[in-house]
């Protein structure tokens, strides 16, 4: 398996604009998840998922976020309009749903907005 | 809730000397897992140990181990034989379920001295 497929793996956008981030899971794997990281605030749950559905979106900043899981093999971040206070490295990552298994993370989105 | 604390911004470690992460984590359920993750530089997460709240031994693989007192609520990371490769942030994590979502802590950057 490739492991967890992020797409793009670096942005720069401009404020305002709309941003998707994209994230493949591993196959099989039932649990995903998003992450942000930033200097300030280290690793942050924004949202997960389990087989689709959206468990917990408490993590997610506020209304301009949005993340969808259309299917087992999909995931998409949402952003917008983006803000700078936006800029970050977005990670997704995956597990099975077993307590003893680590979740696979992808390489990261690096989201700049100027 | 859930929560981890590493207390060690940053560590500085002899080549071929061994080093100890803490890592301290709080939970109300008595069953859960704890990990640690590298971030070199590079940016990716990179799995490196698991501990169960059950497992009666301390977890090792190759050069690490973890030093787990569950009286303590502790799980610290021992690096042995620390090496140049081993300059990089880890962090600590734990889920309480096989579905929910890894809780990191702050992490701690590890430099390995010449």
């Known amino acids: 398996d490739a492991g967890v497929i992020q797409s793009p793996r670096h942005e720069v956008t401009e404020m305002g604009q709309e941003v998707t981030l994209r994230c493949k899971p591993i196959s099989g794997h039932n649990s995903l998840f998003w992450y942000r990281q930033t200097m300030m605030r280290g690793l942050e749950l924004l949202i997960y998922f389990n087989n689709n559905v959206p468990i917990d979106d408490s993590g997610m900043p506020e209304d301009r976020f949005s993340a969808k899981m259309p299917n087992a093999s999909f995931s998409t971040l949402k952003i917008q309009p983006s803000e700078p206070r936006d800029s970050a490295v977005y990670f997704c990552?995956?597990?099975?749903?077993?307590?003893?298994?680590?979740?696979?993370f992808g390489q990261g989105t690096r989201l700049t907005v100027v | 809730a859930q929560k981890i604390t590493q207390t060690q911004p940053g560590m500085f470690v002899q080549e071929k000397e061994a080093v100890t992460l803490d890592c301290t984590y709080d939970?109300?359920?008595?069953?859960?897992?704890l990990f640690w993750y590298k971030q070199p530089s590079s940016g990716e997460m990179i799995f490196l140990i698991y501990q169960g709240s059950y497992d009666q031994q301390n977890a090792t693989e190759g050069r690490y181990s973890l030093n787990f007192q569950k009286a303590r609520k502790s799980a610290n990371l021992v690096i042995s034989a620390s090496q140049l490769g081993d300059s990089a942030m880890y962090f600590c994590a734990m889920r309480d379920s096989g579905n929910t979502p890894l809780v990191f802590g702050k992490g701690t950057r590890l430099s390995v001295i010449a």
């Open positions: 990552a995956s597990s099975p749903e077993v307590m003893n298994t680590e979740a696979f």
């Open positions: 939970t109300s359920d008595p069953s859960y897992g």
